[in-house]
């Protein structure tokens, strides 16, 4: 059965999934946006949210948290002083993926994932408007 | 061990083999470029996915 056991091992011990995690989050917070597979891009967005919710709190005993996994100091201030800051309106859904096609070689399903840039975070009200669209729909439907 | 009595015909091995054929993979266009594109999928021909969203400027 394959109860509790949630997430991908990706075909590496955990010591090297560990340190590769460590990298592409690393990678992520520094470029603000990395292609890999859709699966690791699956994986690292569950890592990566939690670093970004991290950021949001600030307080010393989650900047040590933070370094616990990214050693480089510049990018993890970054990630306190310009990256954090900008989700303080949004509770979670800080990374976005989106799929490439193929890659040359083993023709692996690439993904683009990328931390929601600034002039996009203002999600909630897009969603009112979708649904007031939805209630003018079902409005002027049953005519 | 039971073993086949006769050798099959060409005609009985392609008639059989009529249902192997692969589908083409299926496709939208892409609502800025008018190419084909996989559903899902950011668009190779131009690079956006869901209108305004320009993601990676592709030169040939």
Known sequence: MRHQKAGRKLGRTSSHRKAMFR????????HEKIETTDAKAKELRKIAEKIVTLGKKGDL???????????????AKN??????PRYQSRNGGYTRIF?????????A??????LIPEENVQKPKKRASGQQKKIAAASTAPK | MALPKRRHSKSRRDKRRTHDRLSSPQ????????????????????????????????EI
């Open chain 1, 79 to 84: 990630l306190f002083d310009q990256i954090a």
């Open chain 1, 23 to 30: 990298n592409m989050l690393t990678s992520l917070f520094e």
């Open chain 1, 61 to 75: 005993h989650s900047r040590r948290q933070v370094l616990r996994v990214i050693s480089d100091k510049k990018i």
């Open chain 2, 27 to 58: 496709t939208t266009l892409c609502p800025q470029c008018n190419e084909p594109k996989l559903p899902h999928r950011v668009c190779l021909g131009c690079g956006t996915y869901k209108g305004k969203t320009v993601l990676e400027v592709k």
């Open chain 1, 99 to 107: 799929k490439v096609g193929r890659r040359h070689g083993d023709n």
């Open chain 1, 109 to 114: 399903p690439l993904s683009l994932i990328e």
